[in-house]
């Protein structure tokens, strides 16, 4: 079955730690973002890449970095310098130029905790 | 700078009632909406979406409409079932056949009493 894997689906971190959270996909999807969800401010773009070694900052990219080595691949991690980590992380995918129609698949989630 | 705003926190309607939810958005660039639905711990999945050349779609028991001149999509659920009972999520995109950024309202919690 196509679909797109978050991993893991709990995570904790000391502060001052940097943690990757890894998403993959297997539908040949070109585009991978980064969301981020909040109680009460929905879901923001953190990065998004297009195509295989590219990516671009979302709206709150500070204190977060990612690669695409792989088109199935966008592994997001996120540093010490980001000041509010905790939150829910979600990894999505999509055909370029195909937000019509179904937009975007999403992975199930990563909920992040600093302690 | 919230580009789309989903006024409303949360909804509470009756099972075989109506849920309506709202969405407004400010850039006149989007041309493309679609509606979320999404449970705790899980990610959004799709719902429904509408293309701005049109001001109505439906499926099955969800439709959505969208007034351009307001700035202004909703989706009605009828009848309401207990299941419908998540949260939803107003996106929108512009750029046609550009590459597709979506932007997402904060979410509508929708509860459904049985």
């Known amino acids: 079955d196509g679909g797109i894997t978050q991993s893991p689906k709990y995570l904790f971190r000391k502060e001052g730690q940097n943690v990757t959270l890894s998403c993959e996909q297997n539908?040949?999807?070109?585009?991978m973002y980064w969301y981020r969800q909040d109680p009460g401010q929905g879901l923001r773009l953190i990065y998004y890449s297009q195509i295989v070694n590219d990516f671009q900052k979302g709206d709150i990219a500070e204190g977060y970095s990612v690669s695409r080595e792989k088109k199935e691949s966008f592994p997001l991690t996120v540093t010490s310098a980001q000041k509010n980590p905790t939150a829910f992380y979600l990894c999505?995918?999509?055909?370029?130029?195909?937000?019509?129609?179904?937009?975007?698949?999403f992975g199930s989630g990563t909920r992040l905790t600093v302690v | 700078d919230q580009q789309v705003k989903q006024n409303s926190p949360s909804l509470s309607v009756q099972e075989g009632r109506i849920s309506i939810l709202n969405c407004d958005y400010t850039?006149?660039?989007?041309?493309?909406f679609l509606w979320y639905k999404k449970y705790p711990a899980e990610g959004p999945t799709f719902l429904i979406s509408?293309?701005?050349?049109?001001d109505k779609n439906e499926d099955g028991r969800f439709t959505v409409f969208l007034n351009k001149s307001a700035k202004h999509l909703s989706l009605h659920i009828v009848p309401s079932q207990p299941g419908d009972s998540a949260v939803y999520f107003c996106a929108a995109v512009a750029g046609g056949t550009s590459y597709g950024k979506l932007t997402f309202g904060q979410g509508t919690i929708l509860t459904v009493h049985p």
């Open positions: 850039n006149s660039m989007f041309d493309y």
């Open positions: 999505a995918s999509s055909f370029s130029g195909q937000a019509m129609g179904y937009g975007y698949t």
């Open positions: 539908l040949n999807h070109d585009a």
């Open positions: 509408i293309s701005s050349i049109k």
